[in-house]
């Protein structure tokens, strides 16, 4: 890894966010990205940039550019005005003793040893670095836990969650209040909800909960008058509840069909209807985010209504997007795939779960390794992460778009990784078709 010379001069060229520093001894040079010094707010992330993006300079490419005036950093880490080299006198100065590397306001020093006043010999590794951050910056975990915090501004706010008493939906209840944020939350499960309303007090946050079916619409409206009694403002709004069953269309009754479409498109946008005035209270904008599936991006067989439905919930979204955008109210869709889940496995029928049951444990694993890139479901804390970053304002300006946490599925559009040699392919080659079936067998 490259290193920086002992004493040395920064030139701030153009917009300055390039800096270079030459070595005293060598006259090597160095660029590495940073922000300008004079930014103390700044100045720890610049430092840390600085040593692991170091690279050397085509002196090349700076002859005939316009440069600023340069300047010499001393022990101290003031700015005094001085030559465009250091003079002999300094440099040797500089072989006598350790250079301190401290910008105005910073108290986390880093101490360069240039011995031999060479490049090679005053270089300082990545590990010695993190070494010397930790022991003379103790506080930096926290420095950077707060400065995402203050990013992300997510304390204080209120959020939401139908669907989220238990399961997937529970997980984003609690990412949520670790974050700071108060939350409403309705499930069918009134005993999971409990729990999650007792772990979300625990963590010193508000909780009001409600037993409710979002499929039923006065109990969703006494749901969202609660929300409105209990809270002056609602932030975010997070709509996790839906589900199906595995079957042809021609096998499904009309009641099952209608079930589907209130059950993952209907009451989504009822549930929209009553958030977005509690929303607009503040004026200061806020984020929707709903629950779709890699079904509504595919031919889904089996699935149809269920694909129709949440076709529908993505579309809505990304037309609410627009309508909503002179708010500055956010609406984005979260698609999930094969998730490790109860409404997963309620979705397929008996006979799936019996069928894998009776395999050898080493092989139940293996067709997720085939059809999942990661190789692994993305567990409910991806989920969360996603609902995070979406309802946090690090995504002020991303609205309708559709986030796939799937670990790889939608990207991959029905590549699966066969095995037996057959590698990435959308059907089984000869290595699977061979072991999948033998001569005289019925297809």
Same mark, same amino acid.
């Given at each position: 890894?490259?290193?920086?010379?002992?004493?040395?001069?920064?030139?701030?060229?153009?917009?300055?966010?390039?800096?270079?520093?030459?070595?005293?001894?060598?006259?090597?040079?160095?660029?590495?990205?940073?922000?300008?010094?004079?930014?103390?707010?700044?100045?720890?992330?610049?430092?840390?940039?600085?040593?692991?993006?170091?690279?050397?300079?085509?002196?090349?490419?700076?002859?005939?550019?316009?440069?600023?005036?340069?300047?010499?950093?001393?022990?101290?880490?003031?700015?005094?005005?001085?030559?465009?080299?250091?003079?002999?006198?300094?440099?040797?100065?500089?072989?006598?003793?350790?250079?301190?590397?401290?910008?105005?306001?910073?108290?986390?020093?880093?101490?360069?040893?240039?011995?031999?006043?060479?490049?090679?010999?005053?270089?300082?590794?990545?590990?010695?670095?993190?070494?010397?951050?930790?022991?003379?910056?103790?506080?930096?975990?926290?420095?950077?836990?707060?400065?995402?915090?203050?990013?992300?501004?997510?304390?204080?706010?209120?959020?939401?969650?139908? #669907?989220? *008493? &238990?399961? +997937?939906?529970?997980?984003? !209840?609690?990412?949520?209040? @670790?974050?700071?944020?108060?939350? $409403?939350?309705?499930?069918?499960?009134?005993?999971?909800?409990?729990?999650?309303?007792?772990?979300?007090?625990?963590?010193?946050?508000?909780?009001?909960?409600?037993?409710?079916?979002?499929?039923?619409?006065?109990?969703?409206?006494?749901?969202?008058?609660?929300?409105?009694?209990?809270?002056?403002?609602?932030?975010?709004?997070?709509?996790?509840?839906?589900?199906?069953?595995?079957?042809?269309?021609?096998?499904?009754?009309?009641?099952?069909?209608?079930?589907?479409?209130?059950?993952?498109?209907?009451?989504?946008?009822?549930?929209?209807?009553?958030?977005?005035?509690?929303?607009?209270?503040? #004026?200061? *904008? &806020?984020? +929707?985010?709903?629950?779709? !599936?890699?079904?509504?991006? @595919?031919?889904?067989?089996?699935? $149809?209504?269920?694909?129709?439905?949440?076709?529908?919930?993505?579309?809505?979204?990304?037309?609410?997007?627009?309508?909503?955008?002179?708010?500055?109210?956010?609406?984005?869709?979260?698609?999930?795939?094969?998730?490790?889940?109860?409404?997963?496995?309620?979705?397929?029928?008996?006979?799936?779960?019996?069928?894998?049951?009776?395999?050898?444990?080493?092989?139940?694993?293996?067709?997720?390794?085939?059809?999942?890139?990661?190789?692994?479901?993305?567990?409910?804390?991806?989920?969360?992460?996603?609902?995070?970053?979406?309802?946090?304002?690090?995504?002020?300006?991303?609205?309708?778009?559709?986030?796939?946490?799937?670990?790889?599925?939608?990207?991959?559009?029905?590549?699966?990784?066969?095995?037996?040699?057959?590698?990435?392919?959308?059907?089984?080659?000869?290595?699977?078709?061979?072991?999948?079936?033998?001569?005289?067998?019925?297809?």
């Amino acid at each position: 890894m490259a290193g920086v010379g002992s004493t040395y001069n920064c030139m701030w060229q153009l917009d300055e966010r390039v800096q270079t520093v030459e070595c005293s001894a060598s006259r090597q040079r160095w660029r590495r990205a940073a922000p300008p010094p004079s930014r103390a707010t700044d100045n720890n992330m610049g430092m840390i940039a600085l040593d692991v993006a170091t690279r050397p300079i085509n002196r090349k490419r700076l002859r005939g550019r316009p440069r600023a005036k340069r300047r010499d950093h001393d022990v101290h880490g003031k700015f005094v005005k001085g030559r465009a080299r250091p003079s002999a006198q300094r440099r040797a100065t500089a072989s006598q003793r350790h250079t301190m590397l401290l910008e105005p306001e910073c108290n986390a020093p880093s101490i360069l040893n240039p011995a031999d006043q060479h490049c090679d010999a005053c270089i300082l590794s990545l590990a010695d670095w993190h070494a010397n951050l930790q022991s003379d910056h103790a506080d930096w975990g926290e420095y950077m836990s707060s400065f995402l915090e203050e990013r992300a501004n997510l304390t204080g706010k209120v959020a939401a969650v139908i #669907g989220g *008493g &238990g399961g +997937i939906g529970a997980g984003i !209840s609690l990412a949520l209040a @670790r974050a700071g944020v108060d939350v $409403a939350m309705c499930d069918i499960d009134a005993a999971a909800m409990a729990e999650t309303e007792s772990a979300v007090r625990a963590l010193g946050r508000q909780a009001v909960t409600l037993k409710v079916d979002a499929t039923d619409e006065t109990a969703l409206d006494a749901f969202y008058d609660i929300v409105e009694q209990a809270f002056p403002r609602l932030d975010i709004l997070v709509n996790v509840a839906g589900g199906t069953k595995r079957q042809m269309l021609a096998e499904t009754s009309r009641a099952d069909i209608v079930r589907d479409i209130h059950r993952n498109y209907g009451y989504v946008v009822q549930s929209l209807q009553r958030a977005i005035p509690l929303i607009q209270r503040t #004026g200061e *904008g &806020g984020s +929707i985010i709903n629950f779709t !599936s890699i079904e509504a991006h @595919r031919g889904a067989a089996s699935f $149809a209504v269920y694909a129709g439905a949440k076709a529908a919930t993505t579309n809505f979204s990304r037309s609410m997007a627009v309508e909503l955008g002179k708010d500055r109210i956010r609406v984005n869709c979260i698609a999930p795939d094969t998730t490790p889940s109860h409404g997963n496995v309620a979705a397929m029928p008996p006979s799936f779960a019996e069928g894998f049951a009776q395999l050898p444990s080493h092989v139940q694993g293996k067709g997720l390794d085939m059809y999942i890139p990661a190789r692994e479901q993305p567990p409910v804390e991806a989920l969360a992460n996603a609902i995070l970053f979406l309802g946090s304002d690090l995504s002020t300006f991303v609205s309708g778009m559709t986030l796939h946490v799937d670990g790889g599925t939608m990207a991959a559009a029905g590549f699966l990784d066969w095995p037996f040699g057959d590698g990435f392919v959308p059907t089984p080659l000869a290595g699977t078709l061979s072991r999948l079936y033998r001569e005289g067998d019925d297809a």
